[in-house]
C-alpha cells in the first residue's frame, strides 16, 4: 500500500468520523437540547453547547473537506476547473467554521455560514461528481452518490428541524466517507499508471 492509498484511506476515515460527530451525534444533542430553532433558543443556550457546537462545526468543515480531497485525488484528473471548485470548497469550510466560532463567542446567530457552507457541502459534491463521471475513475454509483449528497445537503436543512437534518447529513457523508476509504485502492492504480506515463515520456 503506498503513500496516496493511505492517505485517501484516511481522508475517508477523517470524513466518517467527522459525519458521525457534527452529524449524528450533533444532531441527537440538538435533539435533546435544542438550540437552533430561533435566534432567542441560541442566545440563551448554554455557552458550553454553544461551543461544543462551534467546535464541531470546525470538526465537520476539516473532515467533509478531506472527504472531498480524498475524492478528488481519486476519482478525477485534478483539471483546472475542479481545482477552482476544490479551492472554493476549501474557503467555504473555513469561512463556515469561523462564523460559528463567532456565533459561540457572541451568542448572536446568524445564517451567514451558510455562504460558507454551501460551496463545500453542496457544490463542490456535485462539480466533484461530475468530474469523476467524466474520468471513469471510480464506480459510477460512487460518482452518483457523490452528486447526490450535494443535492441533498442543498435540501435537508430547508425541508428538516435542525436536529433531523443533521441527523440525516450524517448519514450521508458518512456514506461519501466511506466511498472515499474504498475507492483508495484506486489510487494506487493511477500513481503506477502516472509514474510509467512519466518513465515513458
Known sequence: MNAPTRLVGRLGLAC?????????????WEMAHPILLSDSTFAF???TQRWGYA????IKSLGFFAGLFGLFIVGTKRGRIVKIFMGLALLGAGFFAVVW??????????????????WYQMIAPVA???ASLRTHRIALLASLWVIVVGILNSQIFVR??????LIVQGIIWLILGYVAYVSRSR???IHGADSAGLASA
Open 55 to 58: 467546535t464541531l462545526s470546525v
Open 45 to 47: 443556550a448554554s455557552a
Open 101 to 118: 466560532i463567532v456565533m459561540a463567542a457572541t451568542g448572536q446567530h446568524t445564517i451567514m455560514y451558510v455562504l460558507g457552507g454551501m
Open 160 to 165: 428538516l428541524k435542525p436536529d433531523r437534518a
Open 128 to 130: 466533484l461528481g461530475i
Open 16 to 28: 466518517m468520523a467527522a459525519a458521525v460527530l457534527s452529524g449524528i451525534l450533533q444532531g441527537l
Open 187 to 189: 489510487a494506487e492504480q
